[in-house]
């Protein structure tokens, strides 16, 4: 059994920093060192993302019309520099919110305890 905070961290994160890369790209010119400042991850890492090689979970998240708007929400306040201090750790958490909601974690991650699905940290 897992928690939630346990398959975010490893599961949907590198997904979600795949498409914040990609939509980084493809809708704000960045360079592969520009998003991986943004991100906090290294150069490297943004381009294996690019390559499919890390965040396998891309499609499962493509899917789903309401996780993918939260992701280019993201995308656009990282794009735009909109973010400040902690609101990207704010955000990370409403994405996470809205995963669980949508049920998505469930598709990605079978060991995650029903229980779990529900968080009361704010």
């Given at each position: 059994?897992?928690?939630?905070?346990?398959?975010?961290?490893?599961?949907i994160?590198?997904?979600?920093?795949?498409?914040?890369?990609?939509?980084?790209?493809?809708?704000?010119?960045?360079?592969?060192?520009?998003?991986?400042?943004?991100?906090?991850?290294?150069?490297?890492?943004?381009?294996?993302?690019?390559?499919?090689?890390?965040?396998?979970?891309?499609?499962?998240?493509?899917?789903?019309?309401?996780?993918?708007?939260?992701?280019?929400?993201?995308?656009?306040?990282?794009?735009?520099?909109?973010?400040?201090?902690?609101?990207?750790?704010?955000?990370?958490?409403?994405?996470?919110?809205?995963?669980?909601?949508?049920?998505?974690?469930?598709?990605?991650?079978?060991?995650v305890?029903?229980?779990?699905?529900?968080?009361?940290?704010?």
């Amino acid at each position: 059994m897992k928690l939630c905070c346990e398959v975010m961290v490893s599961d949907i994160l590198p997904a979600v920093r795949a498409l914040v890369s990609k939509e980084l790209t493809d809708g704000y010119n960045l360079s592969q060192s520009e998003i991986s400042k943004k991100l906090g991850v290294t150069q490297p890492a943004v381009s294996q993302y690019k390559k499919e090689l890390r965040g396998q979970r891309v499609r499962i998240l493509e899917s789903n019309k309401e996780v993918m708007s939260e992701i280019k929400n993201f995308a656009k306040a990282i794009g735009t520099s909109e973010l400040q201090g902690c609101q990207s750790c704010l955000m990370i958490c409403k994405l996470c919110e809205k995963v669980r909601k949508e049920k998505v974690m469930a598709k990605i991650n079978r060991d995650v305890a029903e229980e779990f699905l529900v968080c009361n940290l704010k």
